[in-house]
């Protein structure tokens, strides 16, 4: 077999995102990441469409457009996979202090629309108490999700030593266990890698799951669009896993899946933020078997919040001094 090395994976989907939310941008590094539930809109997979047709319909700002639509679809790579979508959600600029640079709240408790028959309504509200926007209130950030029910079991160091992802999550362990840039496909060693974001949703969410079962008796649960590595080097989102897929272990033996089943799961899932811009320091063991980190999910979401991070502080600073400034 010729020797395939981790840095050259291709990621099929440059936004593998899974089913519930979270703000795709870290709070200061070593601290668990700041959810959507938090904001109070979670979006179940099925009401996403339905906030992407009022967010098109209604956004007239050409950068602002262009990142809900790129969220939407996906980037189409090698094998024409379309990622699940971010979303957007929406507040009001609402400094507290002159030093505040962002910061965002809903005073309305306002949420954009989530069903269909909402979704055709008018925009911008002209009547006090009515369904659509408030005034001044605009998108400030996309969003994710973390992708590991909370019993399957995460390796956290070389020596196969491992914790549930829960208790990763609770403990906010330092270090897991991430794959080293030397490993090829059939020759895997790990190292230690240094966790600074552990992402979970702040209330119980909806969760569409993947169960796979493997031919060596394995088995993985995650959210659909989890990052998954299979035997020929590519990563794939948990969706397109089909029977007769190969796992990689964390042995760089080849486990085929011999069978998948859906299912509805109500709770919290995890996934680990990896200090390190090495793409083969974003591989994680979990089951055993070889997967991404948030990194695969949210690295496109947090480029487009950072470039609407940009456009609100420009707007802000013309609302203040009242003055053109260029973005």
């Not at 895997?188 to 209330?203: A, E, N």
């Amino acid at each position: 077999m010729k020797e395939q090395k981790f840095v050259m994976i291709t990621v099929l989907g440059a936004t593998l995102l899974c089913s519930a939310p979270s703000f795709a941008q870290f709070a200061d590094g070593n601290v668990s990441n700041q959810r959507c539930t938090e904001w109070g809109d979670s979006l179940e997979t099925t009401e996403v469409v339905h906030r992407y047709n009022y967010a098109i319909r209604c956004t007239t700002d050409g950068r602002t457009l262009f990142a809900i639509k790129k969220n939407y679809e996906g980037i189409t790579h090698v094998g024409g996979i379309v990622t699940t979508p971010g979303y957007p959600i929406y507040g009001v600029f609402a400094p507290t202090s002159p030093d505040d640079k962002i910061a965002y709240k809903n005073p309305k408790k306002w949420f954009a629309p989530k069903t269909a028959e909402r979704s055709v309504e008018g925009c911008v509200s002209k009547v006090e108490g009515d369904n659509l926007m408030p005034a001044n209130y605009e998108i400030f950030a996309f969003c994710a999700s973390g992708c590991y029910t909370p019993e399957q079991m995460i390796t956290t160091d070389p020596f196969n030593r491992s914790m549930t992802a829960q208790e990763v999550f609770s403990s906010k362990l330092p270090t897991i266990a991430g794959v080293d840039s030397s490993s090829s496909i059939d020759q895997v060693s790990l190292k230690q890698v240094t966790v600074k974001g552990w992402v979970t949703d702040l209330s119980p969410t909806n969760h569409e799951l993947l169960n796979f079962k493997t031919l060596s008796g394995g088995n993985l649960s995650v959210t659909n669009n989890h990052p998954i590595l299979t035997s020929n080097g590519e990563i794939k989102e948990a969706g397109q896993i089909a029977l007769g897929d190969a796992f990689v272990k964390a042995d760089g033996s080849v486990d085929p899946v011999v069978e998948i089943v859906p299912s509805s799961y109500y709770g919290y899932v995890y996934n680990f933020d990896i200090d390190s811009e090495e793409e083969a320091d974003q591989l994680l063991v979990a089951q055993g078997f070889i997967n991404g980190s948030v990194r695969f999910q949210n690295e496109d979401l947090v480029a487009v919040n950072r470039q609407i991070l940009r456009t609100n502080i420009a707007r802000s600073l013309v609302k203040k001094y009242g003055a053109q400034t260029k973005n």
